[in-house]
């Protein structure tokens, strides 16, 4: 009788270290459009190898991030501590991020979703109409969504409460799935950068060139993401993705003059990298906090990773 007390002491015992590894947060009725969705939340290191900081950039914690709707996930926004997403499959979602007492990343949880929708408020459809890549949040809190295939902004209104409706885009024939990857906030307009180079200052007039424009890296990276940088400029993220078994990332500034500098961030097999699309800067009392979001183009060997890395002013 004691060994089977003992054994399932033990199986108890197991069962909560291994519920103390993942935090899971267990869906509760929305209100309005949102509906909640389950999400798991798992640490990840940096891993050992594979990762170059520049001096002042430290690793803040990263998530393995888990749940039936949490696939294709294409850029990130933040918002005190809630982060804004949106996907390849035309959802918005929202989730809640968890710090530790050190500033660490810790936990995710309280995330909700609602299906994308145009103009007329019907949700948008097929893949080719709804494949959202690019998220800015302006100093308004409108919320701009940029789309590929059929290349275009769309405004959801301050808090994405409003109708779909089109603001100014850059007129450039991007190609079919290489579009407008980067979008951030430039005060009361905003930055567009296509992964295939080049990037534009747009607002309600109109856009325009930086003035100059960047190209495509020749080492085989694109640009798949960007947000304005407290200190002024933006940063953008750089993939090179290669599947299966080479997925690398960089980060680097974009100066108002339209130049970048070197790597700040550089992530390379075997650290914990995947094919990252969305980033977030976030000002801290120190620099800036970079959240970086990769997509796992919903494949089951891929991860959705969210990564935290803190950069000294």
Same mark, same amino acid.
Request: with cysteine.
């Given at each position: ?32 459009p ?14 050992? =190898?594979?990762?170059? @900081?520049?001096? $002042?950039?430290?690793? &803040?914690?990263?998530l393995?991030? *888990? #749940?039936?709707?949490? !696939? ?8 005190g ?8 499959f ?6 809640t ?33 709804a ?23 769309w ?18 024939a ?12 430039? =005060?009361?307009?905003? @930055?567009?950068? $296509?992964?295939?180079? &080049?990037?534009?200052?747009?607002? *309600? #007039?109109?856009?325009? !060139?930086?003035s ?90 891929q ?11």
């Amino acid at each position: 009788m004691r060994l089977i007390l003992r054994a399932a002491m033990s199986l108890a015992l197991v069962g909560m270290a291994a519920c103390a590894a993942i935090a899971t947060s267990i869906p509760a009725p929305a209100a309005g459009p949102d509906q909640a969705i389950r999400m798991e939340a798992r640490h990840v290191p940096l891993g050992v =190898g594979g990762a170059t @900081l520049a001096p $002042g950039v430290r690793y &803040g914690g990263g998530l393995i991030l *888990r #749940g039936p709707n949490l !696939h294709g996930l294409s850029d990130l926004k933040i918002q005190g501590d809630r982060a804004w997403v949106v996907s390849d499959f035309g959802a918005l979602i929202r989730f809640t991020i968890r710090l530790d007492r050190n500033g660490r990343l810790m936990s995710a949880d309280d995330a909700v979703s609602r299906p994308l929708t145009g103009p007329d408020g019907a949700v948008l459809a097929p893949k080719e109409n709804a494949d959202a890549e690019g998220l800015a949040i302006l100093a308004d809190g409108e919320v701009l969504v940029s789309f590929e295939r059929d290349h275009r902004i769309w405004s959801y209104g301050v808090g994405a409460t409003s109708p779909a409706a089109p603001v100014p885009s850059p007129e450039v024939a991007f190609p079919d799935n290489e579009g407008m990857e980067g979008l951030s906030a430039d =005060g009361d307009g905003w @930055l567009v950068v $296509g992964e295939g180079g &080049g990037a534009w200052l747009c607002d *309600r #007039g109109g856009c325009a !060139h930086l003035s100059d424009p960047m190209d495509t890296p020749a080492d085989g990276f694109r640009f798949t993401g960007a947000d304005q940088d407290p200190e002024g400029g933006w940063f953008v993220v750089e993939r090179y993705y290669a599947p299966p078994l080479d997925m690398r990332v960089r980060v680097r500034r974009l100066s108002p003059e339209g130049v970048l500098s070197e790597p700040l961030i550089q992530l390379r097999p075997p650290a914990s990298t995947d094919n990252f699309e969305g980033i977030a800067a976030v000002p801290t009392v120190t620099g800036t906090r970079l959240y970086l979001l990769s997509d796992d183009n919903n494949n089951f060997v891929q991860k959705t990773l969210l990564l935290a890395f803190d950069v000294r002013r």
